[in-house]
């Protein structure tokens, strides 16, 4: 192709295409990086909004705050307890049902399949599932934030169509020949010949218990079950500075509160995502894989 | 038609018939391990489903669903008739259509663009970039917003102040609800929908592009004539997913958004049924709602699909 000129027209496309698209870039990159040197500059300049491009008299205040607040550490612990609970019992339930149906001798799949997909487009709603919930005593326990929601549809199609795609027919047929049953066939051949669909599922319903407010929200009330995300909102939206108002007892005046009180707002932000910031690059083709694998269909 | 083995250990034909037993008895495993996940829809998703005749009943907790009495349409017509309303109807709807006014095509746009980048490792460089704010939770999200927009702190007002304006109460006023909800929707989602859609123009063979080069096309007229339509059965399967989902706004933004003073914009059926549901324990008047809100989202998610499989192109069934 290199042997056709480009046009004026294209010179012209080309600048302008990596001007917007360096300018988005930056304009999606700006607000995180301003969030990093504000956690960690002075409160009284970021207030007096002298923070642009450096930090300024850099101090670790807001982090050594943040770190010495017992709720934070209670939240962490919380949100890897149920990431790593929930993660396992949605895994566990998604594959056992979608090798099934992506076998075409398994009578009945499709009545199955229609039962999971009907879902999809109605539900019972908010009410309902709440009051089953609490009518099952899952209510203040672990169980409320890691089974009402475990099973997504999307993750059964999408693992279906995975093994659809990727365990041959012939395979089976060899395996059973030599006397190999159904259940030793899926956990000695199916499941090792599908770690990329698992690595997929693993990051995304860690980054979703993670990120996950909303059932804590609905069915915790015990301030020792919060997971991270509930604590952050607490301290960033509602404005409480939880227990950690005692750790604010000092002579300061009240604007002066208030400013570290900001400062500890940035480091927050800095702090709850830190994990997933580290993880990104690394993660970040598992990601973009797992969005291929599920549009092989759409 | 099956093949299988006889004692003999030849591959012999058998004939199609099989009866439904034997069917069911040859991968009796299989059942088995559906049979957790089944368990969990009939619990988790069928269940509530029979709990919404609770929207017909006046609940009384000691009753139970199956026990409360029925009173029919009276809570639906206590929510038509309620000074609310129209109010929430007209929040819930203009802030969906907004959101997907612009939700929908900037990443397209973005996606064609993005595909035009010369240098290969400066385009997986912006992906990335704009990959990221995916994975920000919401809650970090209306954080950013409550510190970037605070009038005595937050870097939006100093800039405004040093042009010389005055500091605005942002999440105090209703008429900033609805442009920063898409705003801060644009800048968290709009990387990672382009994903798909650069899945979808890898797929645009080659040939088609040289073939336009060779007739003289410029970048323009190959983005028009070549990569659109190469795309649009992406596009077309998006939008009916999108269009069906209209009334389910992000409750979880809008309701961390939601302050004393913006309520009279920020307020949506989901956030009205959270309050009036979870808040003050009104369960069978939530329900209701609630529903009235999921039959509007199937009805249109069916007439989209209808319409467009009617315009010819490609529909979810």
């Known amino acids: 192709m290199k042997a056709f000129r480009r046009t004026k027209g294209d010179i012209t496309f080309d600048v302008v295409n990596y001007a917007l698209m360096t300018l988005y870039a930056l304009m999606v990159l700006y607000p995180l990086y301003f969030i990093t040197i504000s956690s960690i500059s002075d409160p009284n300049a970021v207030f007096a909004g002298e923070v642009w491009l450096w930090p300024k008299d850099i101090t670790l205040e807001g982090y050594e705050r943040i770190f010495s607040d017992k709720l934070i550490w209670i939240g962490y612990g919380n949100t890897i307890l149920y990431a790593a609970v929930g993660t396992a019992i949605s895994i566990m339930l998604t594959l056992t049902a979608a090798y099934p149906l992506s076998r075409p001798d398994f009578y009945g799949r499709n009545l199955i399949m229609l039962v999971f997909v009907f879902t999809m487009f109605f539900s019972g709603g908010l009410i309902p599932t709440y009051l089953l919930v609490k009518d099952l005593g899952m209510v203040d326990t672990i169980w409320a934030m890691v089974i009402p929601n475990a099973v997504g549809v999307w993750n059964i199609i999408i693992a279906k169509t995975f093994f659809e795609t990727s365990i041959p027919g012939e395979l089976r047929e060899a395996a059973f020949i030599d006397g190999c049953s159904n259940t030793r066939f899926f956990f000695k051949i199916v499941l090792p010949l599908s770690k990329p669909i698992i690595a997929v599922m693993v990051l995304f319903h860690v980054v979703g218990h993670w990120n996950g407010f909303f059932d804590a929200l609905i069915y915790l009330n015990d301030e020792s079950k919060y997971p991270l995300q509930l604590i952050l909102r607490n301290i960033l939206v509602e404005n409480q500075v939880s227990n950690s108002a005692a750790m604010m007892m000092d002579v300061e005046s009240y604007a002066a509160k208030q400013r570290v009180a900001e400062l500890i707002k940035y480091g927050m932000i800095i702090v709850s995502t830190f994990p997933l910031l580290i993880l990104y690059p690394f993660l970040q083709r598992y990601f973009v894989k797992g969005v291929m694998i599920g549009s092989i269909k759409g | ?317």
């Open chain 2, 1 to 317: 038609m099956e093949i299988s083995l006889n004692k003999k250990k030849q591959v012999v034909v058998v004939p199609k018939k099989m009866t439904r037993r034997k069917k069911v008895m040859r991968n009796w495993e299989l059942y088995l391990f559906v049979l957790p996940c089944l368990l969990w829809f009939v619990v988790f998703k069928y269940v509530p489903m029979y709990g919404i005749q609770l929207a017909f009943k006046q609940y009384i907790p000691t009753e139970g669903i199956w026990g409360s009495p029925w009173i029919g349409f009276q809570h639906f017509t206590r929510f038509f008739e309620s000074y609310q309303f129209w109010t929430l109807i007209q929040n819930t709807l203009s802030l969906s259509l907004w959101a997907f006014i612009f939700t929908f095509p900037v990443p397209i746009i973005v996606a064609l663009l993005l595909n035009q980048l010369t240098s290969e490792r400066y385009k997986k460089f912006v992906q990335t970039v704009i990959y990221a704010p995916h994975f920000i939770s919401t809650v970090v999200l209306v954080g950013i917003l409550f510190v970037f927009l605070s009038p005595t702190s937050g870097i939006v007002n100093h800039l405004i102040v040093l042009l010389g304006g005055e500091p605005i109460l942002f999440m105090a006023r209703p008429e900033w609800f609805k442009p920063l909800y898409v705003i801060s929707g644009l800048w968290q989602e709009t990387g990672w929908a382009t994903i798909i859609y650069l899945a979808a123009l890898a797929g645009v063979s080659p040939a088609l592009h040289e073939a336009a080069i060779m007739d003289g096309a410029n970048k323009w007229q190959r983005i028009w004539h070549v990569d659109i339509p190469g795309i649009r059965p992406t596009i077309v399967i998006l939008l009916i997913l999108a269009i069906g989902n209209i009334m389910n706004v992000g409750f979880e933004k809008a309701y961390l958004m939601q302050t004393d003073l913006n309520k009279s914009a920020s307020a949506i059926i989901p956030t009205y049924v959270y309050e009036i549901g979870l808040q003050r324990a009104q369960y069978s008047f939530a329900a209701a709602i609630g529903l009235f809100n999921s039959v509007i989202n199937l009805i249109m998610l069916l007439m989209v699909n209808r319409i467009v499989r009617k315009l010819g192109g490609n529909s979810l069934w």
